[in-house]
T-cell receptor, first 113, second 113 residues
Framework: GESVGLHLPTLSVQEGDNSIINCAYS??????FIWYKQESGKGPQFIID?????DKRQGQRVTVLLNKTVKHLSLQIAATQPGDSAVYFC????????????FGKGTLLTVNP | DVKVTQSSRYLVKRTGEKVFLECVQD?????MFWYRQDPGLGLRLIYF???????EKGDIPEGYSVSREKKERFSLILESASTNQTSMYLC????????????FGEGSWLTVV
C-alpha cells in the first residue's frame, strides 16, 4: 500500500539554528501535502500546506519544499526557538476528498537553549 | 480561527462501559473525522462523516460507532469499552473537496481499566 514516512525520527538543534524535517511519500498521485506540529498533550496544529503544482511555499519562519521527482517533502524552520519543540508530521492527500489523508509517523524536534 | 472542541480531555472508564466522545466544530465544515493516535502507530482513521447522518468506515472501525445528527457535532461511541481502546482520540473537521486541510481538536485521553 501507499505510505508516508520520515527519514529521521528525532532531530535535536540549537536555539537559533535552522531545522529541516524530511518526509518521503510513495504515492505519485498525491496532489496535496500538509505539515502539522503536535506539542506534548495537544492535538496536531496545521502549519503549512502545498499543492503538487508548486515546489516551494513560505510561511512565517517556515518553508515547505516539494520535490515530485524523488517524492520528497521537507519542512524548514528558520531560527528555531524552544517553542518549536514538538513532533512534526506530514500528511498527503492521494486525491479525492480530504478523508484520504495519509499521515506520517512524525519526527520529534528538540530545541536546546 | 478554526475551532474544533472536544468536550472531554481526560476520561477513565471501566471495561464494558459505554463511552461517548463529543466533538463540535464552528466552521460549518462538511467533513468530520475521528482518529486514534497511539505511539509508533501514528494517526489511524476510525470513522468519518461527509454530511449530516452520513458516515463511512475508516481503517479501524471495529468496536466503534459514530453519530452525526447536526452538522457541527460528531460523536464517537464505544459500545463496550475494552482495554485495547485506551488511547488518545482526535476529532478533526475540514471542508469538502481535495486540497483542503483538516483541523484537529485538542484530543481526548481515554483510559479503560
Amino acid at each position: 500500500g501507499e505510505s508516508v514516512g520520515l527519514h529521521l525520527p528525532t532531530l535535536s538543534v540549537q536555539e537559533g539554528d535552522n531545522s529541516i524535517i524530511n518526509c518521503a511519500y510513495s504515492n505519485s498521485a498525491s496532489d496535496y501535502f500538509i505539515w502539522y506540529k503536535q506539542e506534548s498533550g495537544k492535538g496536531p496544529q496545521f502549519i503549512i500546506d502545498i499543492r503538487s503544482n508548486m515546489d516551494k511555499r513560505q510561511g512565517q519562519r517556515v518553508t515547505v519544499l516539494l520535490n515530485k521527482t524523488v517524492k520528497h517533502l521537507s519542512l524548514q524552520i528558520a531560527a528555531t526557538q524552544p517553542g518549536d519543540s514538538a513532533v512534526y508530521f506530514c500528511a498527503e492527500n492521494s486525491g479525492g476528498s480530504n478523508y484520504k489523508l495519509t499521515f506520517g509517523k512524525g519526527t520529534l524536534l528538540t530545541v536546546n537553549p | 480561527d478554526v475551532k474544533v472542541t472536544q468536550s472531554s480531555r481526560y476520561l477513565v472508564k471501566r471495561t464494558g462501559e459505554k463511552v461517548f466522545l463529543e466533538c463540535v466544530q464552528d466552521m460549518d465544515h462538511e467533513n468530520m473525522f475521528w482518529y486514534r493516535q497511539d505511539p509508533g502507530l501514528g494517526l489511524r482513521l476510525i470513522y468519518f462523516s461527509y454530511d449530516v447522518k452520513m458516515k463511512e468506515k475508516g481503517d479501524i472501525p471495529e468496536g466503534y460507532s459514530v453519530s452525526r445528527e447536526k452538522k457541527e457535532r460528531f460523536s464517537l461511541i464505544l459500545e463496550s469499552a475494552s482495554t485495547n481502546q485506551t488511547s488518545m482520540y482526535l476529532c478533526a473537521s475540514g471542508s469538502q473537496g481535495a486540497g483542503n486541510t483538516i483541523y484537529f481538536g485538542e484530543g481526548s485521553w481515554l483510559t479503560v481499566v
